[in-house]
């Protein structure tokens, strides 16, 4: 007779199976992902092309913005501006049958500097006063100097003291006083060496050309008799300035 003490039931176990003396489920085995290839020599080549290209540009960049920079604080050296801001003509007196002429013409002639970066030196000013192409009268003026940006006043003085005029001359000024202004149109020549001068830039010495034409000057009672005339029209009558470049210098 069998007994059931003698055979038990064997026990059921469910979950993970034993590993080690904790219990722990073993561990999954890690793998790396797999390197990237290394790029072929193709690839290689033109990144190293487009890397040399890029930094060409840079450097092309570079230089324009450093020279613009540079030409930026360059002085640009600009002519002056001439005008005539006020004229008078005193004792005025022509002979028609001896073809002389006196007078005392009185000019302010306004010198304005357009340049903010540099100063100006004038030598050798000589300025006359004409009827057409005729000189009535020459003088030499005191040398001068112009701060930058600056605006100088020039008291001219020219005497004509029995002075010789061709007979286009006589009969030009004589028609020109006989209308009912009495205007007669002179023209005013300046001529003068002059050169720019800055922190660190000189330039060479240049031909400075000024043209004042057709300054009229109003006697006024449209006769021949009067001796006095001003400045007519609008003031200051502005002039034209012409720089011719050389190479001497004033002595």
């Not at 600009?78 to 007196?93: L, M």
């Not at 073809?99 to 302010?108: H, I, T």
């Not at 002179?186 to 000024?210: A, M």
Request: glycine residues 8%; aromatic residues 10%; charged residues 20%.
């Amino acid at each position: 007779m069998s007994s059931s003490a003698g055979n038990p039931k064997a026990a059921v176990v469910t979950g993970y199976p034993v590993s080690g003396s904790n219990g722990a489920p073993p561990r999954r085995p890690f793998y790396p992902p797999p390197a990237d290839a290394p790029p072929s020599r193709y690839e290689t080549f033109f990144e190293r092309r487009r890397r040399r290209r890029l930094m060409a540009l840079g450097v092309v960049i570079c230089l324009v913005l450093f020279a613009g920079i540079i030409f930026s604080l360059i002085p640009d050296p600009r002519t002056p501006e001439f005008a005539v801001s006020s004229a008078c003509v005193t004792g005025f007196n022509l002979s028609a049958q001896q073809q002389q002429l006196s007078a005392s013409f009185d000019l302010n002639l306004t010198v304005h500097s357009l340049n903010r970066d540099m100063r100006i030196y004038y030598e050798h000013v000589t300025a006359s006063v004409l009827y057409a192409f005729d000189i009535l009268s020459e003088n030499t003026l005191a040398p001068f100097y112009q701060g930058k940006g600056e605006t100088t006043v020039l008291r001219v003085r020219l005497v004509a003291l029995g002075e010789y005029v061709n007979s286009n001359v006589v009969r030009g000024i004589e028609s020109d006083r006989g209308r009912g202004d009495g205007a007669v149109g002179f023209n005013v020549r300046v001529l003068s060496l002059y050169r720019f001068r800055s922190w660190f830039l000189s330039t060479s010495w240049s031909t400075l050309s000024v043209y004042c034409d057709d300054v009229l000057i109003g006697f006024g009672n449209g006769t021949n008799a009067a001796t006095t005339g001003y400045l007519l029209g609008s003031a200051p009558k502005k002039c034209l300035a012409i720089s011719d470049s050389r190479r001497d210098t004033p002595n």
